[in-house]
């Protein structure tokens, strides 16, 4: 069974290897959650992901 953050890692990611602070799929999954619990805008999506950092 596929976890939801393997369907995204597949994508082509388009950012220079030197500015990707993060994974893309991680971006991706943390914005989709963060639009699901609430986020508008976003500084709403920064906040949510911020929230989370472990």
């Known amino acids: 069974m596929q976890t939801p953050i393997s369907c995204f890692t597949e994508l082509t990611d388009p950012r220079v290897d030197r500015s990707k602070d993060h994974l893309m799929e991680d971006i991706i ?10 986020a508008e805008t976003w500084n709403d999506i920064e906040h949510y992901g911020k929230s989370k950092e472990s």
Not at 29 to 38: K, L, M, N, P
Request: glycine share 10%.
């Open 29 to 38: 999954f943390t914005t989709i959650a963060a639009v699901i619990c609430g």
